[in-house]
């Protein structure tokens, strides 16, 4: 028998077989997207490395859609442009993080429209980590409770990441390409992840006095974190 073959695997019982593809499903990724000023697209740039685990059988495959969603999304593909058609990327709203990231559209990430079309897809009810840029989120300057009112439309939220030092828009307006690799979220390595507008606390004090107003309510946690992208900490100038 060769070494990478095992013949018996189908006569195993079948909540074995069910364990043992669920340890070769991918774990925790992030997937990036940004608003284009009428949908939602992913950057491929950052987009997790395929997993054909979940494609081997009709087993597999079964076990793997009932925690992973298809969303279908355009892609990015450059300064202000999108690829014609809808690409399929898979996400588990369990262990997976959303990330709202930088945008050259000249408005905010999060209009009505955005709220609206975000909130539309198979993830929200069940999303439980989000993250954003630091900059689309300070610019969205949602009015007092805002952010209790846009919380509200992801009930199963319990992180809430707002990450700093990644590529913004103003390195986007000058054309400079996201780099490529899988993106992560890691304690601020970095001297001040407050940039010199102290951003990040004072979003996590907005968070925090929300949390204070509304105890009854469900907050999920706040941090700040830096972001790598394929391991690498940005480095613009």
């Known amino acids: 028998m060769s070494c990478n073959a095992f013949h018996v695997f189908p006569m195993l019982p079948a909540e074995v077989r ?7 499903f991918p774990g925790p990724r992030v997937l990036e997207i940004v608003w284009n000023g009428n949908v ?28 992973w969603y298809r969303l279908k999304l355009l892609q990015w593909s450059g300064f202000l442009k999108y690829r014609p058609g809808q690409t399929v990327s898979y996400f588990n709203p369990e262990i997976d993080t959303l990330y709202i990231s ?18 539309a897809m198979s993830i929200t009810h069940s999303l439980r980590f989000v993250a954003f840029e630091i900059g689309e989120w300070y610019k969205t300057n949602l009015p ?3 952010e209790l009112e846009f919380l509200t439309h992801f009930p199963k939220l319990e992180s809430f990441i707002i990450a700093g030092y990644d590529i913004n828009w103003s390195w986007l307006t000058r054309r ?34 929300v949390w204070k107003s509304y105890p009854e309510a469900s907050i999920p946690h706040a941090t700040a974190k830096e972001v790598l992208r394929g391991g690498v900490r940005m480095q613009y100038t």
């Open 18 to 24: 069910l364990k043992i593809w669920s340890f070769s």
């Open 40 to 67: 939602w697209a992913y950057i491929p740039e950052s987009r997790p490395a395929p997993n054909f685990a979940g494609f081997a059988n009709r087993e597999a495959n079964s076990l793997f859609e009932e925690k």
């Open 102 to 119: 930088a945008t050259t559209i000249g408005q905010v990430s999060l209009p009505p429209k955005a709220i609206d079309a975000l909130t």
């Open 144 to 146: 007092n409770s805002g």
């Open 176 to 209: 400079i390409k996201r780099p490529k690799g899988e993106i992560q979220f890691v304690s601020p390595a970095q001297l001040d992840i407050r940039h010199t507008l102290e951003v990040a606390p004072n979003m996590l004090k907005r968070l925090a006095d």
